[in-house]
Each structure stands twice: as structure tokens, then as C-alpha cells.
Nanobody
Framework: QVQVVESGGGSVQAGVSLRLSCTVS????????VGWFRQAPGKEREWVSC???????YSKDSVMGRFTTSRDNTKNTVFLQMDILTREDTAMYYC???????????????????????WGQGTQVTVFS
């Protein structure tokens, strides 16, 4: 049974940093891409970033230079380091594994299917000014 668990969310002031973690169990973690997504109230879920099995990363334009995605295969964990947070980053953040990871997906050329891959329950990030 595959489990995906996000952690690290919270309520923070604009300008500070948070690091989200996504820990996966039940599959050969190092063979799969992992994606980060977010969904703000009243909005559709969107890609934030993803990292391939060999460590290549893609990020949404609006977070490039502020968010960094990395993975530690020894811990079956992917991290999303979020710096210089703004109110626009407020959302529920989700992690999913066994999902595609490429520039076309990040750019929104293809839709997001929560029926594909394995998804976590999300962790809330709230940024206040």
C-alpha cells in the first residue's frame, strides 16, 4: 500500500520561509517522479513544481527563484523549500508520486488528474501580511 504524507505547513508572515516535506512509502521511491501542487480557495489545483527520478526539477514561473524542490532518496522524501512567501502562496499544498514531470505539465499544457498517481492529504500554508 502506497502512502504519501505531507508535512511542514503553517501560518506565517509574508517574507519568511517554510519547508514542506513529502514522505512516501510502499513503492520504489527512487524510481518515481514527485510533484507538488497547490489549491487556493475557489481556485483550481495547479502545479507548483516537480522532480524527476534522476533529480531534474521544473517549477511554475511564479515560484521560480523562490521555491526549491529537492529529494533525499535515503529518506524517501521530497522537500519544497519556499522562500520569500507572499499572500498569493496561501493554499493547500499537495504532493503526489508516480505522476508525470516535465515542462509541459508545469506550464499547464496538460490537466491535473488526481486519479493518476498517489496523492497525499495536503498541508495548509497560510501567509499573512
Amino acid at each position: 500500500q502506497v502512502q504519501v504524507v505531507e508535512s511542514g505547513g503553517g501560518s506565517v508572515q509574508a517574507g519568511v520561509s517554510l519547508r514542506l516535506s513529502c514522505t512516501v512509502s510502499g513503492l520504489s521511491f527512487d524510481q518515481y517522479s514527485v510533484g507538488w501542487f497547490r489549491q487556493a480557495p475557489g481556485k483550481e489545483r495547479e502545479w507548483v513544481s516537480c522532480i524527476t527520478s534522476n533529480g531534474k526539477t521544473y517549477s511554475k514561473d511564479s515560484v521560480m527563484g523562490r521555491f526549491t524542490t529537492s529529494r533525499d532518496n535515503t529518506k524517501n522524501t521530497v522537500f519544497l523549500q519556499m522562500d520569500i512567501l507572499t499572500r498569493e502562496d496561501t493554499a493547500m499544498y499537495y504532493c503526489a508520486t508516480a505522476v508525470p514531470c516535465s515542462a509541459k505539465y508545469i506550464s499547464g499544457d496538460y490537466g491535473i488528474s488526481t486519479n493518476a498517481g498517489y496523492w497525499g492529504q495536503g498541508t495548509q500554508v497560510t501567509v499573512f501580511s
